[in-house]
């Protein structure tokens, strides 16, 4: 039967569907046959079997109706999902829209499987395969088996209520309410939120330049502030900067970050926490975390288990390394207190492969070559080790890409109705005039109160030469920039799985299988890879940059022809990026990260290039949040347009 059926028809049908369950509930499924449904609904055999097969064709009515729609939402691309919470949610409430489109149906049905299993002590199979489904999205069986129950026990309410027109979709939604309230004060409770206390409700103007991870995020956390109003300027014509998602023959590609390095420790579960964000995210496998040296393939030294296994160091060097982990651990590494990674090293007595574990360490965790490695300040390598190694969750993936919180946090500046987003109108130009910041785009000039960068920090100080406050940032101008080769396949097949990740120690790269971790990624059977290389930045001139990358590309291939045999005829989609700009300031000892705020300059700085907790986004998280915070506390205390 056709999905345009006519009403009539359908009115007919519908009719023999309930005559027909009707029956079941009153005499049990078995005791029926397709003639007592005949006779009962009073039509002939052939109108019967025009509708039906069979009567287990009449049971899998509604069901079937209802794996539809799962299955729909299930291949919903992850740049359309705003937020967990009401992802899911609206699973939910399609399909409790489909069911109370049939109330009569519905209750016999409920009633049926209540009976057939065994007075409720088993749950109907429907039911495990919507736990399974949304097992794709929130992979917590805890938090599915709770949601649910909510699920089921709101239609098992809505059935058996007296009342015929009780709308169950607004019972649900109630419902999934209060359960989605009970799952958020499961997470601990937060120190942020300055401006609940404040008393009087000023107005404040604020412009946020750049809609990256930064400005997104400062601009949520000012946008719950009732006094504080703004615009979020961004030059391109989306949002998300550098952690841009977008789709291509079916596949989700992020222009660059992946990973949540330590996400039980970063700034991210504050976001979520603070803003309500709502997510989910994968841990990489790490016993299929591999390191490649010499044409070897062995664990990476991610835990005491791998480390143990690994065939990197030898039994006396693994107990050496054990005892540096541990010193980072409680803070008591010499590490920190050499200028840089390369004095620490040339001072110790570790042995060479010790050293060299060391080195690859840094190069993969702050995507550089091992030259610079050696570079990065003793201090801050040990404060990150030391917050990597205490966590519990050292390597994650946001579920359904960086889209689900820069959604999110767009969302939440709707919602306030008090920030407007200007998408392709970047700033040109800043002054000060009658006590207000004047600032200029191609098309216009306003004033505001505060202003905000958000961008990498090369751009700030192209935008404020000319300027009093360019003086002031000119110490930052020569900060020089991590980039790297990014080598992008969407397969149409899974080729080989062999790890989640493997690097390269020999010509300093990786591919990480990002499918194998999230797998809403990529159309059904395929496989997304990401490979990249770090990159030196000091050649004689434009001809030996080219040769090395050209090299680079070359090693790339090779390192995907060993471990993915056949993957370049399974090539659906590919990008190829010979300069993506990983953090904006490469933090080695002779560059220096923007404070928040400046001496003599009345700005807010955040970003990755600025100071602020963890390396890469967690940086431009970190220092938005930070900045966000001043501002709130000085809308508290000082009167506006002063
Ligand atoms: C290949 C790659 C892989 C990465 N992997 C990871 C990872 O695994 N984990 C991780 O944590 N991080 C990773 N990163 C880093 C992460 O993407 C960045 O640290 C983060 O996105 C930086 O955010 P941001 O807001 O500071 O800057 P940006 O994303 O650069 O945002 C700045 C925005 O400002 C806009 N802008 C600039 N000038 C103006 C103007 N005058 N007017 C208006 N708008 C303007 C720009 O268009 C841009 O959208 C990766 C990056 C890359 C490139």
Not at 173 to 182: H, Q, R, V
Not at 332 to 359: C, F, R
Request: include cysteine; hydrophobic fraction near 40%.
């Amino acid at each position: 039967m056709g999905p345009f059926m006519r009403a009539t028809t359908r009115k007919k049908r519908d009719t023999v569907l309930e005559t027909a369950l009707q029956m079941f509930v009153e005499r049990g499924f078995e005791q029926v046959s397709v003639d007592d449904i005949i006779a009962r609904a009073n039509i002939s055999k052939g109108t019967f079997y025009h509708y039906f097969n069979s009567k287990e064709d009449i049971l899998d009515e509604v069901g079937g109706r209802q794996r539809r729609i799962i299955e729909a939402w299930l291949k919903q691309p992850p740049s359309q999902v705003t937020s967990l919470e009401s992802h899911i949610n609206r699973l939910f409430i399609d399909l409790a829209s489909n069911i109370s489109r049939y109330p009569k149906l519905a209750r016999s049905i409920m009633f049926l499987s209540l009976q057939q299993g065994e007075g409720g002590s088993r749950r109907p199979r429907e039911l495990d395969a919507l736990a399974e489904s949304l097992l794709h999205w929130l992979p917590d069986e805890r938090k599915v088996e709770l949601l649910v129950t909510v699920y089921a026990g709101t239609l098992l309410a809505w059935c058996t209520h007296g009342q015929e027109d009780a709308d169950l979709t607004e019972m649900l939604k109630s419902n999934l309410g209060w359960a989605w309230a009970g799952l958020r004060a499961d997470q601990p409770g937060s120190d942020w939120e300055p401006w609940r206390t404040m008393k009087e409700v000023t107005t404040m103007k604020v412009a946020i330049i750049g809609g990256g991870l930064a400005g997104l995020t400062a601009a949520a956390y000012l946008s719950e502030h009732p006094g504080i109003e703004g615009i979020l300027f961004e030059r391109s014509p989306q949002l998300g900067g550098r952690a841009f998602t977008y789709e291509k023959a079916g596949f989700t590609l992020n222009y660059g970050a992946h990973a949540i390095y330590g996400i039980d420790r970063h700034t991210i579960s504050n976001l979520e926490r603070e803003l309500g964000l709502s997510f989910s995210s994968k841990q990489v496998d790490k016993r299929r975390v591999m390191y490649a040296k010499h044409g070897q393939l062995t664990e990476a030294p991610l835990d005491f288990i791998n480390l143990m296994k690994t065939e990197l160091l030898s039994t006396m060097q693994k107990v050496r390394f054990v005892g540096e982990i541990t010193a980072i651990i409680a803070n008591i590494h010499q590490l920190k207190n050499y200028p840089t990674l390369g004095d620490y090293l040339a001072e110790s007595n570790a042995d060479e492969d010790v050293k060299e574990l060391w080195e690859h360490l840094v190069c993969s965790n702050f995507f550089i070559t091992p030259e610079e490695a050696r570079k990065v300040p003793g201090h801050v390598i040990s404060d990150y080790y030391h917050n990597l190694f205490l966590s519990s969750r050292p390597v994650n993936y946001i579920l359904g890409s960086w889209a689900v919180i820069t959604n999110q946090l767009r969302q939440k500046l709707a919602v306030s109705g008090r920030w407007e987003v200007a998408l392709q109108e970047g700033v040109d130009g800043i002054r000060y005039a009658d006590r207000k910041f004047v600032l200029q785009t191609k098309t216009r000039e306003l004033e505001f109160d505060r202003v905000v960068f958000a961008m990498p920090v090369q751009q700030v100080v192209k935008l404020l030469k000319g300027t009093a406050w360019e003086p002031f940032v000119a110490p930052y101008e020569g900060n020089t920039a991590t980039e790297v080769m990014v080598y992008d396949v969407g397969l149409e097949r899974v080729v080989a799985r062999p790890f989640s990740y493997i690097s390269d120690m020999d010509n300093k790269m990786f591919i990480t299988d990002v499918s194998a971790t999230d797998h809403t990624l990529v159309p059904e059977g395929g496989q997304l890879l990401q490979g990249i290389a770090y990159l030196s930045d000091n050649f004689e001139g434009e001809q030996e940059r080219k040769a090395y990358l050209e090299q680079k590309t070359a090693q790339m291939e090779a390192l995907f022809d060993t471990h993915y045999p056949g993957w370049r005829e399974a090539v659906a989609v590919k990008r190829v990026s010979k300069k993506a700009m990983v953090a904006s300031v490469k933090n080695i000892a002779s560059n220096a990260l923007l404070p928040n705020r400046v001496e003599n300059v009345p700005f807010y700085f955040c970003g990755d290039g600025c100071v602020g907790k963890g390396e890469l986004a967690e940086r431009a998280f970190s220092s938005a949040r930070s900045v966000a915070k001043m501002i709130l506390q000085e809308a508290a205390k000082v009167p506006v347009g002063v």
